[in-house]
Nanobody, 121 residues
Framework: QLVESGGGLVQAGGSLRLSCAAS????????MKWFRQAPGKERVFVAA????????YYVDSVKGRFTISRDNDKNTVYLQMNSLKPEDTAVYYC????????????????WGQGTQVTVSS
């Protein structure tokens, strides 16, 4: 089970740190990803980190503002979000995948329940 936390309401330009804690199973062998889903839109890829934490990549719209990281000892993944914009408003989901290089939802093994991030202008 994956449980996200850290979402909330923030003004444009502010920061939030999302956490995704796994319970019942180790995620240390999985690539971990963050997706987001805005109202009325499809769930889309945001960021990924490989099993060791040594490799990451991002969707262009968040590069330089978001940072994904993980602590395998704590079985937890993070998403640090800085310089937030209203267009970042969405429900954010963490996901475990065997396919590090894939950005589609079809390649996700299991999901968290999501956490709402709202950025006001």
């Amino acid at each position: 089970q994956l449980v996200e936390s850290g979402g909330g309401l923030v003004q444009a330009g502010g920061s939030l740190r999302l956490s995704c804690a796994a319970s019942g199973r180790s995620i240390s062998s999985y690539a971990m990803k963050w997706f987001r889903q805005a109202p009325g839109k499809e769930r889309v890829f945001v960021a990924a980190i490989n099993w060791s934490g040594r490799s990451t990549y991002y969707v262009d719209s968040v590069k330089g503002r978001f940072t994904i990281s993980r602590d395998n000892d704590k079985n937890t993944v993070y998403l640090q979000m800085n310089s937030l914009k209203p267009e970042d408003t969405a429900v954010y989901y963490c996901a475990a995948s065997d396919a590090y290089g894939a950005t589609t939802t079809a390649d996700v093994g299991f999901w968290g329940q999501g956490t709402q991030v709202t950025v006001s202008s």
